[in-house]
Nanobody, 124 residues
Framework: QVQLVESGGGLVQPGGSLRLSCAASGRTNSGYVMGWFRQSAGKEREFVASISLLPHYADSLKGRFTISRDNAKNTVYLQMNRLKPEDTAVYYC????????????????????WGQGTQVTVSS
């Protein structure tokens, strides 16, 4: 089992920045692809970014969001810049166990573990 805990969400003005963190604990010795998803009110959850050896991003977010990981700290980060009101959502961290046949980036259904989410609100 792996436990994921997100932090760093909050209220930010349009144009501002936030950095989300996702700390993993438990059986973290296995390799994982780490991902970020988000869900806005009334919408389906959508892919934001993932990282294994290389990062992958939703096309609409390239250039504003950056995913990174610190394996020594079992933590993955999402740096979000030039935030817009439409970025308002609950942001979820997820982990997909590396295994034969896993696509990169993994499909949403391939993620094995999910955090509880952290709210990001972009508003003036």
């Amino acid at each position: 089992q792996v436990q994921l805990v997100e932090s760093g969400g909050g209220l930010v003005q349009p144009g501002g920045s936030l950095r989300l963190s996702c700390a993993a604990s438990g059986r973290t010795n296995s390799g994982y692809v780490m991902g970020w998803f988000r869900q806005s009110a009334g919408k389906e959850r959508e892919f934001v970014a993932s990282i294994s050896l290389l990062p992958h991003y939703a096309d609409s977010l390239k250039g504003r969001f950056t995913i990174s990981r610190d394996n020594a700290k079992n933590t993955v980060y999402l740096q979000m810049n030039r935030l817009k009101p439409e970025d308002t959502a609950v942001y979820y961290c997820a982990a997909a166990t590396l295994r034969v046949g896993l696509s990169l980036p993994p499909e949403e259904g391939s993620y094995d573990y999910w955090g509880q989410g952290t709210q990001v609100t972009v508003s003036s």
